[in-house]
């Protein structure tokens, strides 16, 4: 540092030149070309029956598949691998990359990460954002009217990918990211750079799937059923690339924080003191680490049936459709709660703040979070009540399916009774925990209905449904995922957000929210199909009411992203370093944290939790570096 | 606001919140159940045009009966907490009352929740077993109704659903016509893709999956007309593949059926025999011959 | 940074945001979609009439598709040419007397419950000017069906040893191919999908993909007008 520091300042430009972003866009777009060259060197034009069809999916594969490739090698993340192996010793010298240049780059400072997380799943959350309002600007009509047919398809497609695949990691990839090491008292994650890995090879697995539109989109919904995936479009390729490489990030990155939480907790941080979040992260990681490579392997046959005609989900050819059905909601299940379990744990970790008393019923909090991870694994095959799969199991999935309401009913129980008889101040962070009681509570009691197979076989695959899980979701999810950013982006990022416009955005939010998908219990069970803009025309007033509040909410997102760059780019109001009177570790830094978190490592002597209990014990050791780097 | 919060505690609340909310939430339950059972639950759909259908309205009204206390306990214990603990605003930070854990209330919420869930999987595998709620309950179905029961096979195809009887001689219609008062056994299948047969009013839903045959039960009740539509993502005219079908008195069923014989007597020849009379099992599946030009 | 700088930026990103929106929004509107194609109509005493002139044949050639290896129907406009428009625009209770030239070979259906024509006069198609009341199955090249009108008909395909077959469109009539006609009534005003139900799709796996699940190609709308 002190040898940079003396030389003479290099032109801005220069920071360009190096293995970055922009590297990594042109390898990547040169990769894509060799892939797809490649390929058709291999297997001429086509390898489907007639040899004229310049629609090659292999060529596809290998065209994504080296552009992904080229990207990485671009970013760097081969440099230190192949200096290994050339003898260099091993170093973690990425991590001191410095100037907002390292934001655009391979970074293994996991607070560096966490931020690249944020932005980057914020983009891909407002794309799909953008894909719902213009499903809702074609639902406007009882028939099709806005867009083609398949396009559409390709918009209620691309909407819920999008949503499914990066919102997975919308809470572990920022908050944990960047929380968990400094929770636990460790100065990185186990892992640095396979950290930053995950998070680059989600930024190619969304550029993946947005160029889905090049080449003809795709006609299944985020679930895929083969043989409809087998038969559609080369945009088909695209979802089974960007769901595979959204499984290899979500599988390192549930490693990650599950090595991470095992070994380099500080001393004195027992089990039973660490922080509720690490446990929702830690019984997330693990449905992750088991769950998405199910997927990996089912999108791999998908894969193999569209490019080598194998026969896995073809009944013709003595393949089934029910194979797929099952691997996918073996995965596609425990996902739910991969994206529901975040939320628990934020709700828990944040009421104590607000609340002003400790966290009531630890012990059965941790119970419930493990309870729904281990639950979750039984339940799957409620997703095919009506599939004729399996009939005689169905008792036992409509069993277990009700059981999973038992864990998640202790998460309930904690968060009211740690509000019973508090001090409770409604902070905007605290307004979107209380919301997350009420969305889901009607997204819990709506899936009794989905539950129970015969009122099922009236809900199934209705709005319903689709309502239900988007109060789950949405309202369990997208909440806390802003609760969350409310809370800790002052201490991510040094600034204060705008209180007020935090209010206004929350008010609205909650109101548009409820506003528009409330009706759709309402459309489901007047018989509204899913996936379809054809709809009978009694369902028009309802359909336009929630496309009108859907319009609202769009525009409550973007009074928060006004907030966003008001606050961080042109106020820029300093946070102070416990803005929220919080006992956590994170708040006894300074506001942002410094690169190395602590300068001696803390000795941790009860749970943050002990609101009213005396003065905040001091874990973090005098003498941290101190302010801004 | 960021300074330490002050270690001095509220003074003892002597109240006993504890009860007026219980006694609250017996009171509202106690009131807005009955209401919401008697008033909301017969429009739930989807009605009353056959026995599953019923079956799934009051299996629905339970349901609805189930959660109305659930919703008035949250709705009692937000309202009533929330206006009752918070702290004035801008007032300095006051921490509450240390309470961490309270092993009768962990063992009383548990024994409630679990016993409501246990009740609720009974009731619902009891309702399920008995005929099988309309659901589809693939090749081997376990809750078979008992008597004679009138075989229709569903063919899901891209992107129409048409129906083959084989108790008529095996004709075919792109209306599906069923007869007052009987029990009907579906036959689902599909020649292409995965579509989900969903007849509304009926209460009837079934996966059409290629090369299984997928099998429910509905008892029709008297003469009117049905919705039937896809409800699974078929492809792109997923969203119009929705028709009329009708529930006629058995002689006018029996003219429908003579008169449809009559019509659809050029293409039998045509048709595979029924899986009935030795005939193979309808779910053969199509592949285009590959030394064709297809088109 | 200086407050100009940071607004600049600002509007910058708004800027290419918007660009980006705009490009992916028009994109997807005009991916696959062809505006409404009006139909010539003649009055006649009985009502209006069309006479809707269409040809099919396996691919459609460098001329009328960016997708020239696709199948589609083609529809035959006023001075004579032949234009790749699927939705057309019809008016209400109006006579529709359709010829179809079919240069196609057969693939065959698979269900054969199609192979007899209904919902048009008579249920009886003209095939090459003979009427016929079913077809074999096996002979069927494509469908033409309005589900919603109640209108089904195969279409015999050209056979597999026929002379002088066409390689793409347009053809000329020279070339081997079906005539068939068959005449049908619109009711009322609304949206009414036509589709094909022979996997016809060469090229796609089980026949089924692309041209068969893209408006523009086999599939399409009659907009039943007012007239």
Redesign the interface.
Known sequence: MTAAAAAPPKPWWHQLLGFNLLTGVILGVGGWYVGWFGAHAIAGP?V???G??D?NELSIYLAYIGGVVGFLVGLGFFNYPIARMRGYPPSLREKETHGWIRYFSLCTDHKVVGIQYLWGIGLFFFIGG?NAM?IRTEQLSP??Q??????YL??VGMHGTMMMGMMTSGILGPFANYLIPIMIGARRMAFPRIEALTFWILMAAGGVLTTT?FF??F?TGWTGYP?LQ????PGMDNYILFFALVGVSMTLLGLNMIATILTMRAPGLTWTRLPIFAWGVLSTSVLMVLAAPVLIAVLCMGALD?TA?TSFFNA?AGGSNYLYENLFWVFGHPEVYILALPGFAIVLELLPVFARKPLWGYRLAVAGLLGVSLLSWFVWQHHLFVSGINGDLRPFYMLSTELISIPTGFTFLCGMMTLWRGNIRFSVPMLFCLAWFFNFLFGGLSGVFLSDVPSDVTTHGSFFSMAHFHYTIMGGLVFTFFAAIYYWVPKMTGWQLNERLGKIHFWTMFIFFNSTFAPLFAAGFLGQSRRTPVYTGNLKFLNDWVSISAFLLGISMLIFLFNL?WSL??VKKPAEANPWASRSIEFQLPSPVPVHNFDRIPVFSGDPYGYGEGPTPHWVPAGQPAGRE | MASEPTAARPPHDSTNHGLRVIVAWLVLSAIATPLIVIFVGHLIPPGDASTQGTEQVFDNTWMLGIITPILCLLAVFFFYGLRSFHAAPGSAVVDGPPLRNDSRIQILWIVITSTMVLFLAGFGTYELLQNGAGGGQGPNPIAVPAGHKMQVQV?G????F?YRYPSLGNI?S?QLVLPADTYVELHVTS???VHSFWAYELGVKADANPGTDNVAFVRTKGPGTFHVRCAELC???HG?MF?NGRVVDSAQFQSWASQAKK??A??KP??DKPESQGGAPFSHI????PD???? | MR?GV?LLL?AVVVAAAGLM?GF??S???T???SPSYALPVQQSSSGPVVNLDIET???VGPQLSRNP?W?SYLVRNASGQWKRETVWSLPANATINVTIFNF?????L????Y??PQGMDG?RIMVDGKPV??I??NDA??TF?V??L?I?LAVP?VA?DAKNQCGFAPCPMSNAHRTIKFTFHTTKPG?Y?W?C?V????????????P?????YM?G?LNVKKA
């Open positions: 086509s489907d029956y007639f004229d069809i629609y953008l213009l028939h099709s806005s867009f083609p047919m398949g396009t390709t918009l539109i003809g989109g006609p043989p087998t038969e559609a479009s569209r005609q013709a760059v780019a042109f | 063919i195809q891209q992107w129409q048409t075919e792109n020649l292409d893709v492809g792109l005219w119009y028709n019509t659809y050029s293409i045509f048709m199509y592949l285009p011959a064709r030009r297809a088109g | 407050l940071k600002v929106i992916y929004v994109n997807l509107t991916l696959s979609g044949v396996a691919a290896d199948v196609d070979g057969a693939s065959g698979r269900n054969p419950f192979a007899r249920n009341d079913h074999d199955p090249s494509h069906a589900p919603a109640g089904i395909g597999d949206h999908r589709q139900f996997p016809c799709a060469a090229g796609w796996i089980d026949g089924f993909g692309g068969m699940q893209t408006i523009g599939d709308f």
